[in-house]
């Protein structure tokens, strides 16, 4: 069981330019999460998916940053003309169950460094 | 809204110590998490708790509901513990979800 991927793991971008940042979750888990941790700040919750749908984007930026998370393939976070400000770690966890069940675990991947130039 | 503080912000300790990282949250959750992330590295979920106590090696997670508060512990600390080690509540809203709500982390370095 290879646990959560993330990939690239490190990825420069020139300002202006589209970042897409991948996840795949642990074999079994159809929840995934995806966070952003800005330099010098703590995790922040971004987006929620299952399959096919999105559950909650309530962290999310409202321009610019979308994500999908297909019936199959990996999960996408993708955010279009990057900037600056962009550069942070985004963390991808998934669980097997949701999050209103008592016992869901998340595992967390690797992250990838966004770093705009 | 819920609030996470963890304390302490940063920690150096000598090899060997006991350590107590403590971590308080301002409304109900379904679940608390404690995660390490190593510099430059990615994230280790050690322990999600929902009541009372967990243990796993030398590490020891614990939760108490009602003062809303969790601790973890390191027995015989050693150099390769130094990380940051970060709290998560998870708010359990029913019909969605508000993923994890994180602590800024505690910086801690156990020095040989």
């Known amino acids: 069981n290879a646990g959560v991927m993330q990939n690239p793991r490190h990825l420069v971008r020139r300002r202006g330019q589209e970042a897409r940042l991948r996840c795949s979750p642990m074999?079994?888990?159809?929840?995934v999460y995806w966070y952003r941790q800005l330099p010098e700040e703590g995790l922040k919750f971004m987006v929620y998916l299952q399959k096919e749908n999105i559950i909650d984007e309530s962290g999310m930026p409202k321009e610019r940053f979308s994500a999908e998370f297909p019936k199959e393939g990996p999960s996408i976070l993708r955010i279009q003309q990057v900037v600056r400000g962009d550069s942070a770690a985004y963390f991808c966890?998934?669980?097997?169950?949701?999050?209103?069940?008592?016992?869901?675990?998340?595992?967390f991947g690797s992250g990838t460094r966004l770093t705009v130039v | 809204k819920n609030e996470v503080e963890q304390s302490p912000q940063n920690l150096t300790a000598q090899e060997g110590e006991f350590i107590t990282i403590n971590c308080s949250y301002s409304?109900?959750?379904?679940?608390l998490h404690w995660l390490q992330q190593h510099p430059g590295g990615g994230i280790v979920s050690l322990f999600m708790?929902?009541?009372g106590k967990k243990k796993h090696g030398r590490l020891i997670a614990t939760i108490n509901i009602q003062e809303k508060h969790s601790s973890l512990h390191i027995t015989a600390s050693h150099p390769r513990d130094s990380a940051v080690y970060i709290c998560?509540?998870?708010?359990?809203?029913?019909?969605?979800?508000?993923?994890?709500?994180f602590g800024k982390g505690t910086h801690l370095i156990i020095q040989p």
């Open positions: 409304v109900g959750i379904s679940a």
């Open positions: 074999k079994g888990h159809s929840h």
């Open positions: 966890a998934s669980s097997r169950l949701g999050p209103a069940s008592a016992n869901y675990g998340y595992t």
């Open positions: 998560a509540a998870a708010l359990y809203s029913g019909g969605g979800a508000d993923g994890l709500t």
């Open positions: 708790l929902s009541s």
